[in-house]
């Protein structure tokens, strides 16, 4: 498995999900963007649980 797998912005370091006004609001701290867990950007760098996983399957970080 390659990082192409797990690249999205869920698994990202920069990614914060906050509930506004009962709402979800996802966004990224690096790029001050708002995004969605599945979207991709090229600044991606994964969480640690997200490194060690990619480790244990074969994966490359």
């Known amino acids: 498995m390659d990082s192409k797998t797990y690249q999205v912005c869920a698994t990202c370091i920069h990614f914060k999900a906050i509930r506004?006004?009962?709402k979800m609001i996802y966004y990224?701290?690096?790029?001050?963007?708002?995004?969605?867990p599945t979207y991709s950007f090229n600044?991606?760098?994964?969480?640690?649980?997200?490194?060690?996983?990619?480790?244990?399957?074969g994966g490359t970080t």
């Open 20 to 22: 506004k006004d009962k």
């Open 28 to 36: 990224c701290s690096r790029l001050k963007y708002d995004t969605k």
């Open 43 to 57: 600044c991606w760098d994964p969480k640690e649980h997200v490194k060690r996983l990619m480790e244990k399957r």
